[in-house]
Structure formats: structure tokens, C-alpha cells
């Protein structure tokens, strides 16, 4: 990596918690704002710097897990996943309120007698439901923050996020100082950021104080209302220029650059985030990669710029974090406003991954992988000389894995019939080279494959 491609950790993780926030229904920059308010509030309480940069890291990575639950809050409550999670984020969970949240939200698609049956269904399964959903979100978002080297007192602080001062969080119910230090201060990060954004500062000390011995340890709040008293910091959230200033508190204190090994491994942990999103798409990222390494390896590209093409694959889907399972499950055909939300995730990709000066032109591949040749594609309708080797390769790999895997309206194809399919889209959507290249890629694997198993 040369030197004008350092990239810092806390660059990164900043940047790609971006789309954390999508799966969340988040306003831009929930993580980064309350990266912001968490730190202060160490610093508030004396924290030193390896834990300041521990507190830094479980608040910005506090939703990995999140796109895990989508497709089961879909299939839970018959709504927009994202919707739900968005108001979610406003509840204390007694409850009148949880029960006014399911009237507003639940199977709003659904006439009124099916929709009285879900919410009564569901209210009484309430605390089933939120100990599996919370379990599983906690989890696995603490796994993927282990895969992507960081500290144990990270990951615990990620599963402990739920977790409240009372002893009613989950999902393990822990109490007071049970609760790991880091999984309190996100916790209470997060709400304050939720309420200051909706209602402002008057409204954040109001919430967090009402809560103060039951969600939050009192001395934490303590610490946010010492800081909330100064209209300043206040400010400092609305800051256009937050994000450049959350990443030099981190680096000023630990400059972490990253080299291409790490990349490689942050690369493939939110692939697997991003795949969580919907059980229709295991693995689509992975596969994506070792395809477009395939045409690659058969086109004769360089040892680098493979290595920059399977990052560009395992993260060409990051935009679908902004779409509801909703629509991305849905077993028939999509309404116009249903493509209108599809067709907007190669640009939230673009967005993502164009907040990394290292990864603009990955950001490329994820904005034009729809687009094609003969200028039908989405979302800026490019043609031929406007769309790059990158993005072709990436394109071929991406529709040959979505036409050889289960999807929800329709089963798997064979490979035979899916290259059928693939060479009527030769020249009008797909590069005629690339397409080759595969059709070589998958006969040299299948004959190595078929001498391994004579062997």
C-alpha cells in the first residue's frame, strides 16, 4: 500500500459504521455522534487511554450484529425491518409502550383482523421474542468484532449493549457492575444521541436522567449531564466535520495503520454483515469474490489488483444495508416505490465506502454494478465506456451467483442453465470477455475437481 493509501483504523471503522446506521434506520453519522459522546464520557470519569480507545471501538461497532435480526423482525411483525428498528431505538419498554409501538407498527399490509391477531400474538410473546432477537444481534455482533482483531473487552462490551443497570436487560439479565464498563457507556451513548437528534439536548438529559437506575449506571449519567451542561458539546454533534474529528481523537492517541491483511479481514467481516441481512443472501459476497478472482485470475490481472478486486466484491453489496427485507424478501414482484428502495443501494455503497480515500474506487465497483453496457442499467444508466473492467468482472460474478442460488422467488438454477441465461445478456448487459473468462474459470475448476476426486 503506498504512503498517500494509509488508511487508519479508526478511519475505517468510522467510515463503514455509516452503514450500521442504514440497518438500524438511523440519521447519518448515529455511531460516529455517539462515538463522540461515549469517549467524553470516559473522559469524563477518568478513563485512560486504552480504555478511552476500547469505549471508542464498542460504540462504533455496537450494531455490527444488527443486520442479523432483519429478515427475523420482517417475518415477526409482517413490517419495514428498518422502520421498526428506527422507533424501536425511542422505547423503554414498559408495557403501554411496547404495545402502542406493535399498533403503529406491525403488519400495517394486513387487513384488521390479521393485524389484531399479530399484535395480540406477539404481545404475548414479547419477552421470547426480544431475548431471541437480542441474543442474536449481541452475539454475533461481538463474534464479528473478534474476527476483526479487536480486544475481548470490545467484543463483551458489544454483547453486554442490551444489558441494564436493574437487572430487566438481556440477554443475560446481568446487574450493575456485572455489566461490562463498555457495553454501559454505548448503551447510554446511544440513547442520548437517539434523543438529541429527534428532540434535542433538553430532551437527552431528560430521557437519560428518567432512566438513570434502571437502563443506565447513575454515575455514568452523572458524567453526561456534567457535559450536557455546556452548550459547546452540544455543538461539537452537529459539527459537519464530526467524523474528521472523531477519527483524529483515536489516531492522535493510537495510530493504527492498517496494512493489507487487515484490510482483507475488515473486508470480509462486513461482507458477512452484510449477507446477514437476509438468509437469501449467505455467502453472496464470498461467492461474488471467488468468481470475480476467477475471471481475473483467467484475464491475466496482477497479483494487486486482484487482491483490490476481491475487496471490491465482498463489499459491492454494502448499500442493501439501507433496504428493508421487506422488499428484499419479498417472494413476488416488486411494486415501482419497491424497485425505486432496490435500486438506491449501489449509491448508499457508493456513499459508504467513498468515505475512505483508499476505498474510492472500490466505491466505484459498488455504484456501477447494476449498470449496463447498453445503458439500462441502474442508477445512473452508464454505457460501455463509462463503466470500468472492475465493475464488469464484479457484474458477471454477481448475476451468475444470483441466478445459481435459492432466491425468494425462485429456486436455485443449474450452472448449465444459468450460463444460458448469462450468454442472452452477452453485449447488451454483461462484457463479452469477462463472460469467457468465466466460462474458462468454472471448466478448469470443474476438471480440477474431477481429477482430485479420480485421485
Known amino acids: 500500500m503506498s504512503d498517500r493509501q494509509i488508511v487508519h483504523l479508526a478511519e475505517l471503522v468510522s467510515a463503514l459504521s455509516y452503514a450500521l ?19 467524553h464520557i ?16 464498542t460504540v462504533l461497532l455496537k450494531d455490527m450484529g444488527c443486520s442479523s435480526t432483519a429478515a427475523r423482525v420482517c417475518q415477526l411483525y409482517l413490517t419495514n425491518d428498518i422502520e421498526m428498528k428506527r422507533q424501536a431505538k425511542f422505547l423503554d419498554h414498559s408495557a403501554p409502550q411496547f404495545l402502542r409501538y406493535l399498533i403503529a407498527n406491525a403488519g400495517m399490509k394486513q387487513n384488521l383482523v390479521e ?21 442474536t444481534r449481541c452475539h454475533r455482533g461481538a463474534d464479528i468484532a473478534r474476527q476483526m482483531r479487536f480486544s475481548e473487552v470490545v467484543a463483551q462490551g458489544i454483547t453486554d449493549l442490551d444489558e441494564h443497570w436493574n437487572g430487566a436487560g438481556l440477554p443475560a439479565k446481568k446487574q450493575g457492575t456485572a455489566i461490562s464498563l463498555m457495553g454501559r457507556i454505548a448503551l447510554l451513548a446511544q440513547v442520548t444521541d437517539v434523543f438529541f437528534v429527534s428532540g434535542g439536548p433538553a430532551a437527552a438529559l431528560a430521557e437519560i436522567g428518567r432512566r438513570a437506575g434502571t437502563w443506565f449506571d447513575p454515575e455514568l449519567v452523572a458524567a453526561m ?29 493510537h495510530a493504527r495503520p492498517i496494512d493489507d491483511d487487515y484490510l482483507d479481514d475488515i473486508a470480509a467481516a462486513f461482507a458477512e454483515v452484510i449477507d446477514a441481512k437476509t438468509p437469501y443472501t449467505s455467502g453472496h459476497s464470498d461467492r461474488v469474490a471467488l468468481f470475480s478472482d476467477m475471471i481475473a485470475a483467467e484475464l491475466e490481472l496482477g497479483d494487486e489488483h486482484r487482491r483490490h478486486l ?63 453496457l447498453d445503458g439500462a442499467g441502474y442508477p445512473r444508466g452508464l454505457k460501455a465506456e463509462a463503466i470500468g473492467l472492475d465493475s464488469r468482472i464484479v457484474a458477471v460474478a454477481d448475476v451468475f451467483d444470483a441466478l445459481t442460488a435459492d432466491r425468494p422467488y425462485r429456486k436455485a438454477m443449474t450452472v448449465e442453465r444459468a450460463l444460458g441465461i448469462v450468454d442472452e445478456m452477452v453485449g447488451s448487459a454483461l462484457d463479452p470477455d469477462c463472460v469467457l473468462a468465466l466460462k474458462r474459470a468454472l471448466v478448469a475448476m470443474n476438471t480440477a475437481t474431477e481429477a482430485s476426486a479420480a485421485a
Open 21 to 39: 446506521d442504514l440497518t438500524e434506520g438511523q440519521p447519518v453519522g448515529h455511531s460516529v455522534r455517539a462515538c463522540w459522546i461515549g469517549v
Open 42 to 57: 470516559g473522559m469524563e470519569i477518568g478513563l485512560d487511554s486504552e480504555a478511552l480507545s476500547d469505549a471508542y471501538y
Open 115 to 135: 393485524r389484531f391477531k399479530l399484535i395480540i400474538d406477539t404481545a404475548l410473546k414479547t419477552g421470547e421474542i426480544s431475548h431471541e432477537l437480542t441474543n
Open 225 to 253: 449531564q456534567r457535559l450536557g451542561a455546556d452548550p459547546a458539546f452540544w455543538r461539537s454533534l452537529a459539527d459537519p466535520l464530526l467524523q474528521q474529528r472523531v477519527v483524529a481523537f483515536e489516531t492522535v492517541r
Open 310 to 372: 476481491r475487496r471490491a466484491a465482498l463489499l459491492h453489496d454494502i448499500g442493501k444495508l439501507g433496504v428493508s427485507n421487506s422488499t428484499l424478501d419479498k417472494p413476488g414482484k416488486l411494486d415501482d416505490e419497491e424497485w425505486a428502495e432496490i435500486r438506491r443501494h449501489p449509491g448508499l455503497g457508493e456513499i459508504i465506502l467513498g468515505r475512505v480515500a483508499a476505498f474510492r474506487d472500490l466505491a466505484e465497483v459498488a455504484a456501477a454494478h447494476h449498470e449496463r
